[in-house]
């Protein structure tokens, strides 16, 4: 059965860095699947922040992109979500999740982590 | 970037209604097309890929058309626990946008 469970600070100051780790069980992060992040602001829809492949290889939403950066951890099969320079915007409860190849869609997702820029 | 739309944005509806809500590309994206039902403090679930592909474990009475730039998920008969807020997300060009989504609240 695959799970994903995001961790890390709930509260974090503005101007200072976000840093959010996604810990997968019962799938590789280095196989055929693509593992990203979403980010829903309150009461908000849904935002694509980025994924990584193969535990190497990125893509990033042009929206977000000169602050975030997405890696993996083969060995501890986790990746992570670092987004730099955060301010009161970037409130919001993020996802981790797995994307099948192709059109198959987002078929896991993480129970999600409320992450609040506050000073 | 393709930019998404829905449609309409909020609906009321009874259960044992058909509901249909449209999702429109601005630009086309063959198949590339997956649909979400999401229920309050949840994460999304995946019921539609490939625009018309029933993801497993999901209730027939979803079902999802399209090809190109518009597309439609119905839901031949609502249950009381298909009132959620939908959304689309296009899977054929970076960044993997979603649309707005589509609250469907009961009447």
């Known amino acids: 059965q695959v799970q994903l469970q995001e961790s890390g600070p709930g509260l974090v100051k503005p101007s200072e860095t976000l840093s959010l780790t996604c810990t997968v069980s019962?799938?590789?992060?280095?196989?055929?699947?693509?593992w990203g992040w979403i980010r829903q602001s309150p009461g908000k829809g849904l935002e694509w922040i980025g994924s990584i492949y193969n535990g190497v290889s990125t893509y990033y939403n042009p929206s977000l992109q000169s602050r975030v950066t997405i890696s993996g951890d083969t060995s501890k099969n986790q990746f992570s979500l670092k987004l730099n320079s955060v301010t009161a915007a970037d409130t919001a409860v993020y996802y981790c999740?797995?994307?099948?190849?192709?059109?198959?869609?987002?078929?896991?997702w993480g129970q999600g982590t409320l992450v609040t820029v506050s000073s | 970037d393709i930019q998404l739309t829905q449609s309409p944005s909020f609906l009321s509806a009874s259960v044992g209604d058909r509901v249909t809500i449209t999702c429109r590309a601005s630009q086309g994206i063959s198949s590339y097309l997956a649909w979400y039902q999401q229920k309050p403090g949840k994460a999304p679930k995946l019921l539609i890929y490939a625009a018309s592909t029933l993801q497993s474990g999901v209730p027939s009475r979803f079902s999802g058309s399209g090809l190109g730039s518009e597309f439609t998920l119905t839901i031949s008969s609502l249950q009381p626990e298909d009132f959620a807020t939908y959304y689309c997300q296009q899977l054929n060009t970076y960044p993997l946008d979603f649309g707005p989504g589509t609250k469907v609240d009961i009447k």
């Open positions: 019962g799938s590789s992060i280095t196989g055929v699947y693509f």
């Open positions: 999740a797995r994307r099948a190849p192709a059109t198959r869609g987002i078929d896991y």
